[in-house]
């Protein structure tokens, strides 16, 4: 099947699912599961990237952990033979734009190129339609959400624990004891897979926080 075909019947079966979107359309933001449950999920963005994401992969694999990936457009196409190493791992991939432009300061149709272009990309690899959608910043308004929540059916995915990993002034160490530190049930993760850190905070943060009974999901789970 050709990929503009699978996007259009896609779109038409997401039209179908439209969600109403509330009154005040943050109500839709997920920023954490449940608090009563043992239940966290480690999520990345911003890549692929050609050289960490696969050796994260690794890493995640053999410690049997799951983890979402929320990618970008560009390094997808950058990067397409690790895009299909996710793919046809068992990571979840989501959608987090094409080119991490701030949503709110962009017009409309920007707004849905931002994140159509990316499900076609998706879908064209053997990936999608993605389940999640995390706006770059985070930034997302009532638009942003009446496209991905009421017209495509995805969740509007954010975070409870921000490491602050892209910042050169943040050390692994430093996101290790935060982690060690705030991590509860429920929470959401954000970290990069484009930057190193990951690499050595996840060998360490995952471990441990089992030995605490806390269990590890894709965010569509948590
Ligand atoms: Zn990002």
């Given at each position: 099947?050709?990929?503009?075909?699978?996007?259009?019947?896609?779109?038409?079966?997401?039209?179908?699912?439209?969600?109403?979107?509330?009154?005040?359309?943050?109500?839709?933001?997920?920023?954490?599961?449940?608090?009563?449950?043992?239940?966290?999920?480690?999520?990345?963005?911003?890549?692929?990237?050609?050289?960490?994401?696969?050796?994260?992969?690794?890493?995640?694999?053999?410690?049997?952990?799951?983890?979402?990936?929320?990618?970008?457009?560009?390094?997808?196409?950058?990067?397409?033979?690790?895009?299909?190493?996710?793919?046809?791992?068992?990571?979840?991939?989501?959608?987090?734009?094409?080119?991490?432009?701030?949503?709110?300061?962009?017009?409309?149709?920007?707004?849905?190129?931002?994140?159509?272009?990316?499900?076609?990309?998706?879908?064209?690899?053997?990936?999608?339609?993605?389940?999640?959608?995390?706006?770059?910043?985070?930034?997302?308004?009532?638009?942003?959400?009446?496209?991905?929540?009421?017209?495509?059916?995805?969740?509007?995915?954010?975070?409870?624990?921000?490491?602050?990993?892209?910042?050169s002034g943040t050390t692994s160490q430093e996101i290790i004891d935060q982690i060690?530190?705030?991590?509860?049930?429920?929470?959401?993760?954000?970290?990069?897979?484009?930057?190193?850190?990951?690499?050595?905070?996840?060998?360490?943060?995952?471990?441990?926080?089992?030995?605490?009974?806390?269990?590890?999901?894709?965010?569509?789970?948590?």
């Amino acid at each position: 099947m050709r990929p503009a075909l699978a996007t259009l019947l896609w779109l038409a079966a997401a039209a179908a699912m439209a969600a109403p979107v509330p009154q005040n359309h943050r109500d839709t933001y997920i920023y954490h599961g449940r608090r009563s449950s043992s239940l966290v999920a480690l999520t990345f963005d911003d890549g692929p990237h050609a050289e960490r994401t696969p050796r994260l992969m690794r890493i995640l694999e053999e410690l049997d952990c799951p983890a979402t990936f929320f990618v970008l457009g560009n390094p997808c196409r950058a990067n397409p033979r690790t895009l299909a190493a996710l793919i046809s791992s068992d990571f979840e991939i989501a959608n987090h734009s094409m080119t991490h432009r701030n949503l709110r300061e962009v017009s409309a149709e920007r707004m849905r190129q931002e994140i159509d272009g990316l499900e076609e990309i998706l879908i064209a690899a053997g990936a999608g339609p993605s389940r999640q959608f995390r706006p770059p910043y985070g930034n997302a308004n009532r638009a942003v959400v009446e496209h991905v929540y009421g017209e495509l059916g995805m969740d509007i995915c954010l975070w409870s624990i921000d490491t602050n990993d892209w910042r050169s002034g943040t050390t692994s160490q430093e996101i290790i004891d935060q982690i060690l530190r705030d991590a509860r049930g429920g929470d959401i993760i954000l970290m990069h897979d484009i930057h190193a850190k990951a690499l050595d905070v996840v060998p360490v943060i995952v471990p441990a926080l089992r030995e605490r009974g806390l269990q590890f999901v894709t965010v569509q789970l948590v």
